[in-house]
């Protein structure tokens, strides 16, 4: 079946650092990515549609400039969380979609844990 | 209000035992409906997906229904195993015109006791 990895699968940093989190398909080509957050016990919240050789679009009150997406190729998309506060801290799970039909199934990724200290 | 309710929020059972799970959602326009199970530090992983003429899928022990007409869907699982144990999560995705974005339920957390 498809397969898409993340990582880091944890990371702890220090606050006002910033932080790369990759997500990978490995078997197969993905036109969309997609970026979640998870706090404990609360369902995942999707926070920005990350399209290859173009712009991610985020969803409202998500900033754009703190959490940088780049999905430079079909199989790699990056999420990179700038200066760093301690309420950063949270699951990011990505998922991403084969080919290029909108209605496609997402693969989802194990995950990365961020701490912040 | 949340487009995806999902009931109950917690569930124990005995090893064994069978469970249904359910969802209920108000998403519009109606693409299709999954369920994923998601282990606790892990992502989800998918477990069936419905479209709109589709109102009864297997995956094992796993059975889901929908009835778009009411907007409800369930999960049956069956012979429960402690393996079971997980946080189940009910997913829509809008159809043309809402780009087919996923709309996530807070899930439903499973607890099998042996």
């Known amino acids: 079946g498809a397969v898409v990895s993340q990582h880091p699968s944890r990371v702890i940093c220090k606050s006002g650092t910033s932080v790369k989190i990759e997500c990978r398909s490995l078997d197969f080509q993905a036109t969309t990515m997609f970026w979640y957050r998870q706090f404990p016990k609360q369902s995942l919240m999707l926070m920005a549609t990350?399209?290859?050789?173009?712009?991610?679009?985020?969803e409202q009150g998500v900033e754009k400039d703190k959490f940088l997406i780049n999905h430079a190729s079909l199989t790699l998309s990056t999420l990179t969380v700038t200066s760093a506060h301690p309420e950063d801290s949270s699951f990011y799970i990505c998922?991403?979609?084969?080919?290029?039909?909108?209605?496609?199934?997402?693969?989802f990724g194990p995950g990365t844990r961020l701490t912040v200290l | 209000k949340n487009q995806v309710e999902q009931s109950p929020q917690s569930l124990i059972i005995l090893e064994g035992k069978n469970c249904t799970l359910q969802?209920?959602?108000?998403?519009?326009?109606?693409?299709?409906l999954r369920w994923y199970k998601q282990d606790t530090g892990r992502g989800p992983v998918s477990l069936t997906i419905m479209t709109f003429s589709e109102n009864t899928k297997s995956n094992g022990r796993y059975t889901a229904t929908l009835d778009a007409d009411t907007k409800q869907s369930s999960l049956h699982i069956t012979a429960s195993q402690l393996s079971d144990s997980a946080s189940y999560i009910c997913?829509?995705?809008?159809?043309?015109?809402?780009?087919?974005?996923?709309?996530f339920g807070r899930g439903t957390s499973l607890i099998v006791h042996p």
């Open positions: 998922s991403a979609r084969p080919g290029l039909a909108d209605s496609g199934p997402q693969y």
């Open positions: 990350s399209n290859e050789g173009s712009k991610a679009t985020y």
């Open positions: 969802c209920n959602y108000t998403v519009s326009p109606f693409s299709n």
């Open positions: 997913v829509v995705s809008k159809g043309p015109g809402g780009s087919y974005i996923p709309t």
